[in-house]
């Protein structure tokens, strides 16, 4: 099945500076994936970014449940076969891989708190041998769906001005310009490149990454930045 691909951060890839691109909130928490057979109709396998889960998986248990006890399953197939006509999203399409992020209001760094109300948000869409959704398409899909998706803090040339804007806001202060964004912000290409590639790249805040070395021994904190 196919898992999430890992999100490149602004210093590692600067390859997106000054191209136009596609700004949403990046949600903290793990991430889900859920495979949809367009040709059978049928859901599974369930996966998180490395391994298959299901409904017996200590971990990815719950969310397995959460998502097959919701009306997402229907509110996806419906909007799948809705748009698979002549020239549509998803037209011949076999496989589609819905990738969501499963987090509370007091998720840090993918750990969530015990009593916390669940969320699943749609964060990206995979279509077998077509590549990642453009975010245009998926935004219109989805945004008045009734399935939870992250918000869509910016739309333009991805430049300094934005990059420290999103590094420099902090929540937590009453007057910060985005008051939803914690973790940061995740940039998508607004069209695709040659072999079916929709680059990312991700931009974190400085409270965000404080808090996680303040949280996390060096040797854990690298690999959760």
Known sequence: ???????????????????????????????????????????????????????????????????????????????????????????????????????????????HVEGDEMHLALIDVFLKKKGYLEPDKYYDLFKMSGVEIPSLIYRGALDSTIINLIQTNDWTEPDCAMPSVKEGVVFKRSTMLKGQRRPSVKVKTKWWLNKLHSTYPEDMWKKLE
């Not at 793990?30 to 599974?44: E, I, L, P, S």
């Not at 719950?62 to 399953?73: D, E, H, L």
């Not at 496989?95 to 760094?109: C, K, L, P």
Request: charged letters at 25%; one cysteine or more.
């Open 1 to 111: 099945m196919k898992h999430y691909d890992s999100i490149p951060r602004i210093q590692d890839d600067g390859s997106l500076k000054g191209e136009f691109v596609w700004g949403f909130n990046k949600l903290d928490g793990q991430n889900f994936v859920a495979t949809y057979n367009c040709r059978k109709k049928t859901w599974g396998p369930f996966g998180s970014r490395t391994v298959t889960v299901d409904e017996n998986s200590e971990q990815f248990g719950p969310v397995v449940k959460w998502f097959k006890n919701s009306n997402y399953p229907d509110i996806l197939a419906k909007i799948v076969k809705e748009h698979s006509g002549k020239k549509d999203v998803f037209t011949g399409i076999e496989e589609i891989t819905f990738v969501f992020e499963w987090y509370g209001e007091n998720s840090f760094a993918g750990k």
